[in-house]
């Protein structure tokens, strides 16, 4: 199949089936247009291969310490809708940003990407809305979804190759925090092929534990023509957490008054 040409529309995004259209920004490339606003530079870090089946029931955790940490001490914090990253925050999402903490453990084989993340937060707000998931897969939504602007784990990974195109495969992660109604986790993704995103099979479970949540996820791999998971594949990752401001806000009122707080790392996939 001859590989189409398109520019990715990663910057903005809107809420397809709402009335918003916002020119809002996604970490990805907010962050890389502001770096040099910033001593915080991409990590290096390598991902080893799973030795073993991991239980992701709550109650049995089988993970060893994690390989990336998420606070205010290592990520970038960037508000939706703003052209550059935030110099001053308000008081509620500074008092958040300072107890927030998430440390990231990943493995790999050739069928999946696994993950655990244990989630340092007091107080985590989970009343989401009713919403089509559905409804935020096609290309106009570029990777968008309602899950930025309430408390969960989000992840994007892209590849890293030799060729022109900005990536050829990207997979977005959403697992919601304990006891938010359905979906507790939504997976999709895309190649430099697809236009629109669709769902990619994976599994996932959040358990509540003293002072936070934990996150336990495996989702099958998106390959491309031009990258596969094998042994030093290189690719990049994005941890990402929400920073929500005011309880009690619409989906609208909260997509111009959403935090995030983001990590970038450049991963190699160890053997």
Same mark, same amino acid.
């Given at each position: 199949? *001859?590989?189409?040409?398109?520019?990715?529309?990663?910057?903005?995004?809107?809420?397809?089936?709402?009335?918003?259209?916002?020119?809002?920004?996604?970490?990805?490339?907010?962050?890389?247009?502001?770096?040099?606003?910033?001593?915080?530079?991409?990590?290096?870090?390598?991902?080893?291969?799973?030795?073993?089946?991991?239980?992701? *029931?709550?109650?049995?955790?089988?993970?060893?310490?994690?390989?990336?940490? /998420?606070?205010?001490?290592?990520?970038?914090?960037?508000?939706?809708?703003?052209?550059?990253?935030?110099?001053?925050?308000?008081?509620?999402?500074?008092?958040?940003?300072?107890?927030?903490?998430?440390?990231?453990?990943?493995?790999?084989?050739?069928?999946?990407?696994?993950?655990?993340?244990?989630?340092?937060?007091?107080?985590?707000?989970?009343?989401?809305?009713? +919403?089509?998931?559905?409804?935020?897969?096609?290309?106009?939504?570029?990777?968008?979804?309602?899950? /930025?602007?309430?408390?969960?784990?989000?992840? /994007?990974?892209?590849?890293?190759?030799?060729?022109?195109?900005?990536?050829?495969?990207?997979?977005?992660?959403?697992?919601?925090?304990?006891?938010?109604?359905?979906?507790?986790?939504? +997976?999709?993704?895309?190649?430099?092929?697809?236009?629109?995103?669709?769902?990619?099979?994976?599994?996932?479970? *959040?358990?509540?534990?003293?002072?936070?949540?934990?996150?336990? +996820?495996?989702?099958?791999?998106?390959?491309?023509?031009?990258?596969?998971?094998?042994?030093?594949?290189?690719?990049?990752?994005?941890?990402?957490?929400?920073?929500?401001?005011?309880?009690?806000?619409?989906?609208?009122?909260?997509?111009?008054?959403?935090?995030?707080?983001?990590?970038? /790392?450049?991963?190699?996939?160890?053997?």
């Amino acid at each position: 199949m *001859a590989r189409r040409s398109r520019k990715v529309p990663i910057l903005a995004f809107s809420l397809v089936g709402s009335s918003i259209a916002s020119s809002a920004y996604l970490p990805s490339r907010l962050i890389e247009a502001n770096q040099s606003q910033t001593q915080v530079a991409w990590t290096e870090i390598g991902i080893p291969r799973i030795h073993g089946p991991h239980n992701l *029931a709550c109650g049995s955790n089988d993970w060893g310490v994690g390989q990336a940490t /998420l606070s205010k001490e290592t990520g970038l914090v960037a508000r939706l809708g703003a052209t550059g990253l935030a110099s001053t925050v308000p008081p509620e999402v500074a008092s958040k940003l300072k107890s927030y903490q998430a440390i990231y453990g990943l493995e790999w084989d050739e069928k999946n990407l696994y993950g655990h993340v244990q989630v340092r937060e007091p107080v985590v707000d989970n009343r989401y809305p009713d +919403f089509p998931v559905s409804n935020y897969f096609g290309r106009s939504a570029a990777g968008f979804f309602p899950d /930025l602007l309430y408390d969960s784990v989000h992840l /994007l990974m892209q590849d890293s190759t030799s060729q022109s195109a900005r990536y050829t495969t990207e997979m977005h992660l959403y697992v919601r925090a304990p006891g938010a109604r359905a979906p507790q986790s939504t +997976f999709f993704g895309r190649t430099v092929d697809d236009e629109d995103f669709h769902q990619l099979a994976a599994k996932a479970t *959040a358990c509540s534990i003293a002072g936070g949540y934990d996150v336990t +996820f495996e989702v099958a791999w998106l390959p491309s023509t031009f990258w596969q998971p094998k042994a030093g594949a290189r690719g990049s990752i994005r941890l990402i957490a929400a920073i929500p401001t005011l309880k009690n806000l619409s989906i609208q009122e909260r997509s111009t008054k959403a935090y995030l707080l983001a990590r970038m /790392l450049n991963i190699t996939l160890e053997q």
